[in-house]
């Protein structure tokens, strides 16, 4: 897939729960964690999501936030991937931070440099990165 968002996950439909107009689809990461997506039941349909579907979740790197102490909170967020800074490429505004996850995945975030200093982001440094669902983008192949 040839496509300008950062983060790309590539997985398995584990479980689909309907709502009212949206339905949460939760996808199995291949090597990684569980992502949640929200999206119309239409989509749903036109995909053709269901358990055991091969489908990716695209996330822009500017849709995900990075908190320093989310282990002290209770987060609304359905996705919270614990890791640790991989590094810190600086920009004149933003900055693009990596960060690794345990199984050998990581995900790219898109900050910026106050939030770099603000936050003292620099490898090793333990974030967690976090997403929310109604951010999460899912494709199948055709």
Same mark, same amino acid.
């Given at each position: ?6 983060? +790309? ?10 709502g009212a +107009? ?5 996808? &199995? ?5 569980s992502i ?7 989509? #749903?349909r036109k995909?053709?999501? *269901? ?8 996330? *822009? ?15 609304? #967020? ?5 890791? #640790?800074?991989? *590094?810190?490429?600086?920009? &004149? ?18 900050? #910026? ?11 090793? *440094? ?17």
């Amino acid at each position: 897939m040839e496509t300008s968002a950062r983060n +790309v996950f590539r997985g398995t439909v584990v479980a689909v729960h309907p709502g009212a +107009v949206n339905d949460e689809v939760e996808l &199995a990461v291949d090597g990684g964690p569980s992502i949640v997506a929200s999206i119309t039941q239409v989509s #749903t349909r036109k995909l053709g999501l *269901k358990p055991g579907v091969a489908a990716m979740a695209l996330i *822009k790197a500017s849709f995900v936030l990075l908190m320093n102490d989310a282990e002290n909170y209770l987060l609304s #967020t359905r996705n919270q991937f614990s890791g #640790t800074v991989g *590094k810190v490429i600086p920009g &004149a505004v933003n900055a693009e931070v990596q960060v690794d996850l345990p199984g050998g995945l990581g995900v790219t975030a898109i900050v #910026t440099m106050g939030s770099v200093e603000k936050l003292a982001l620099a490898p090793g *440094k333990k974030v967690t990165a976090i997403v929310k669902a109604s951010q999460v983008i899912l494709a199948v192949p055709r």
